[in-house]
């Protein structure tokens, strides 16, 4: 059976100075830097407003109350990274964060504010109270919904419901625009620009369980690593410990920021296990209680453990309105009720190897937000710090695009390749089939918990599905091959780490060894390599 709607017309081109793909709050920030100086276009998948990141619940980490500064911010970043940051790259990231915050809130994002000061909060592994939040536990949507709607108000071009199919690159390499797929016309695009900046989220939406949206499928490192850019550090994979576990429901992410209130975690005897794997019990690092829940629930088979909020009391309901109201839908009060919770499939740490600017290692080619590695979280994410990482590496991607644009005019339309004629409609049913047997792969080889014989099966079906969906076939199935890359590129740098550290856990290798210290970075049709020193793209 197929799918006539997918079969591809091309209709032209057009030019920009900076094409920004994806619509998080990474590509709306980039955008919003630039708009006012250049021609800037916006790529987006979905609608406008519907990025991944308005399902970011806890908030955006800054160091801007009494009592906390950047160096404090800096020492828990570094700490949770496991050896493995770049300290120049967080040292950028804690110093820039309250003017980005002050940024935000001037273009129109509010808060959560008490007497007129910024409210925060406390998460794991964080020493001081230092997470801004809006509407409670809807901070991700408040932001999107604020740059959104002043992304509108500028001149910036917007294609929505447009689907990234290749970067284009010059005679010399370099990154000089993308072509895009109108999901609404089955029509076809070549959009030139002197940068593209790369901002498409993340992946996990690879993983069966998950509390990433549809969006999140891992086209941009697929497109990026196509197109000849490395990528680095696809072995880290952050696991949220707390989503919503119960049959029939998704696996809603219960925010980190409810232990920081006061929560517990519990099993099915009411035990707080997690103090048995680390002091700090619910406030340790993620890498620690995701891998500690999952223990508990293969040493007893249970489906979930528990998140007792009943210390919060009316509190509960109040501070995290939506975690509320959608546990509500599935009978659940959390003001009273345990609340079924097990680790899923969050935060890609790796991607898009970057720059202290941004800039990738194709001339042109920025990348911003969950889709990059700049080299922030190391082996592990410490909480919150996504949505500051998006803000103030999209502000520095913009710059420094519409710094190199000067030198760098758009090339014109016959120095790329047109836009290719689609071979054939999409048989929907086969890739439907096929993606959900790469999502259970990846589930069972490349999930939480990793050895080699289990990564090797995930990457063997990865490769059957690429290989199925070459790009020649239609729209959806080219979406699938990008899934099936980023997939096998996780599967082949999990398997070369042969170590556990942070979010990446090896039971054949259980040990951290400092032989390892370093980034895992690879490249189209290029082995391997362990870098452990120089971050500046090749």
Not at 85 to 99: G, H, Q
Not at 446 to 467: P, Q, T, Y
């Amino acid at each position: 059976m197929s799918h006539p709607a997918m079969s591809r017309r091309p209709i032209g081109t057009v030019s920009y100075d900076i094409v920004v793909i994806g619509s998080g709050i990474a590509g709306l920030v980039a955008a919003l830097t630039a708009a006012s100086r250049a021609r800037v276009a916006v790529v987006t998948k979905a609608a406008l407003d519907d990025g991944c990141s308005r399902y970011a619940q806890g908030g955006i980490a800054a160091a801007v109350a009494p009592g906390d500064d950047p160096d404090l911010h800096f020492a828990d970043t570094i700490a949770a990274g496991r050896g493995l940051c770049d300290e120049d790259a967080v040292r950028i990231l804690v110093d820039e964060a309250p003017a980005r915050v002050r940024e935000l809130i001037e273009w129109g994002v509010s808060f959560d504010t008490q007497d007129g000061v910024l409210q925060v909060g406390r998460e794991a592994a964080h020493s001081r109270d230092r997470i801004l939040h809006a509407r409670g536990d809807a901070t991700g949507l408040e932001i999107e919904s604020a740059l959104a709607r002043r992304i509108r108000a500028t001149a910036a071009a917007v294609f929505e419901r447009h689907q990234a199919l290749r970067l284009l690159t010059d005679w010399t390499g370099r990154c000089c625009g993308v072509e895009v797929h109108d999901l609404d016309t089955s029509s076809t695009r070549l959009i030139l620009a002197s940068s593209v900046i790369l901002a498409s989220g993340g992946a996990g939406r690879l993983w069966r369980f998950t509390t990433n949206p549809e969006p999140a499928t891992g086209d941009g490192v697929a497109l990026a690593w196509e197109a000849g850019a490395e990528v680095a550090g696809m072995e880290f994979v952050q696991f949220h410990p707390t989503a919503l576990a119960l049959e029939g429901a998704p696996a809603f992410l219960i925010s980190e920021a409810v232990r920081g209130e006061g929560a517990h975690v519990v099993n099915r005897d009411g035990r707080r296990f997690l103090l048995d794997a680390d002091p700090r019990g619910e406030m340790a690092a993620r890498d620690v209680v995701a891998q500690a829940i999952w223990a508990e629930l293969q040493r007893t088979g249970d489906r979930a453990v528990y998140l007792d909020c009943a210390s919060l009391a009316e509190r509960a309901a109040m501070r995290f309105p939506t975690i509320h109201t959608t546990c509500l839908q599935y009978g659940i009060d959390i003001r009273r009720d345990l609340v079924p919770v097990a680790p899923a499939a969050h935060y890609l740490i790796g991607g898009v190897r970057t720059d202290r600017f941004a800039a990738s290692s194709i001339d042109g080619l920025f990348a911003c937000g969950e889709v990059a590695s700049s080299g922030v979280h190391g082996a592990n994410r410490l909480a919150s710090n996504s949505l500051l990482e998006s803000v103030v590496f999209a502000h520095r991607a913009a710059h420094e695009a519409l710094r190199r644009n000067a030198e760098a005019p758009p090339p014109p339309a016959e120095a790329v390749d047109p836009p290719r004629p689609a071979a054939g409609a999409d048989d929907l049913p086969t890739l439907i089939r096929l993606r959900e047997r790469l999502r259970d792969a990846m589930w069972e080889g490349a999930g939480l918990v990793r050895d080699a014989s289990g990564l090797a099966r995930a990457a063997a079906i990865g490769a059957e599905v690429a290989a199925a969906t070459a790009p020649s076939a239609g729209v959806q199935g080219i979406g699938l091959y990008h899934s099936a890359i980023t997939a096998s590129l996780v599967c082949a740098a999990a398997l070369g780490r042969e170590e556990s550290r942070g979010a990446h856990m090896r039971t054949d290798h259980p040990e951290r060894s400092d032989d390892w210290l370093g980034n895992w970075i690879m490249q189209k049709d290029r082995g391997p390599r362990l870098d452990r020193h120089d971050r500046s793209p090749r």
